[in-house]
């Protein structure tokens, strides 16, 4: 059973717009969730992440959401540029909370972002 | 820096062979953690090693292994392949064994099973 789940395998949006990507998870014990972007024929690569203790943060063109009480996450990316179409992983893992280390991080199947200029 | 490295980046073989891959970690990061991405199952945690030791394990059979060195240099081993064993693996590191470290990925490595 998926818990972490991304809903939706596309999302295509216009150059200059905003990009929402959606994140729901079912394991309340997750405490730390991150997004990662992904090109073919590379490894993911870190954008950013959010700690269970906040609702939001903020790098840049990227703000993460955070609802707890939904178990819903979303990532926004604005403005929106064709550098940015890649697959886009959410991931969560547990253990921040008490002090833990866990190496592992739960991953959502992706969503496919395309950004037509 | 240099980043996470992996060798070989493709790799063919037949079912019942058996495969190693290696990982190079970022400089000073001792956390390494090997995941499979299938179509089908997406990225899947296989196993984490901190300073030698196996400190966490995904649900794989036995076939799958790791081990990590002194340098925190890591490898991973498939014994009896399987077709189904298809995938990309990609490798993480990260500095420390804190939870909030961000792991960073490797390019991967295409195994194809034939």
């Known amino acids: 059973d998926q818990q972490v789940k991304q809903n939706s395998p596309s999302l295509s949006v216009q150059e200059g717009r905003i990009s929402i990507l959606n994140c729901d998870y079912t394991?309340?014990?997750?405490?730390?969730f991150l997004w990662y972007k992904k090109y073919p024929a590379e490894g993911p690569t870190f954008l950013i992440s959010i700690s269970s203790i906040k609702d939001k943060n903020e790098d840049g063109r990227f703000t993460v959401f955070l609802n707890k009480s939904a178990k819903h996450l979303s990532l926004h990316i604005v403005p929106s540029q064709p550098g940015d179409s890649a697959v886009y992983f959410c991931?969560?893992?547990?253990?921040?909370?008490?002090?833990?280390?866990?190496?592992?991080?739960?991953f959502g199947k992706g969503t496919k972002l395309s950004v037509k200029p | 820096k240099a980043g996470v490295t992996q060798t070989p980046r493709y790799l063919i073989k037949t079912r019942g062979q058996q495969v190693t891959l290696s990982c190079s970690p970022i400089s000073g990061h001792r956390s390494v953690s090997w995941y499979q991405q299938t179509p089908g199952q997406g990225l899947q945690f296989l196993f984490e090693y901190f300073s030698e030791t196996q400190r966490n394990k995904g649900n794989f059979p036995g076939r799958f292994s790791g081990r990590q060195f002194s340098n925190s240099r890591s490898e991973m081993n498939v014994s009896t392949l399987e077709l189904g064993d298809s995938a990309l693996y990609l490798c993480?590191?990260?500095?420390?064994?804190?939870?909030?470290?961000?792991?960073?990925f490797g390019p991967g490595t295409r195994l194809t099973v034939l």
């Open positions: 993480a590191s990260r500095p420390s064994g804190s939870a909030t470290d961000t792991q960073y």
């Open positions: 991931a969560a893992s547990s253990g921040v909370s008490y002090g833990g280390s866990q190496g592992n991080l739960i």
């Open positions: 394991n309340s014990m997750f405490d730390y």
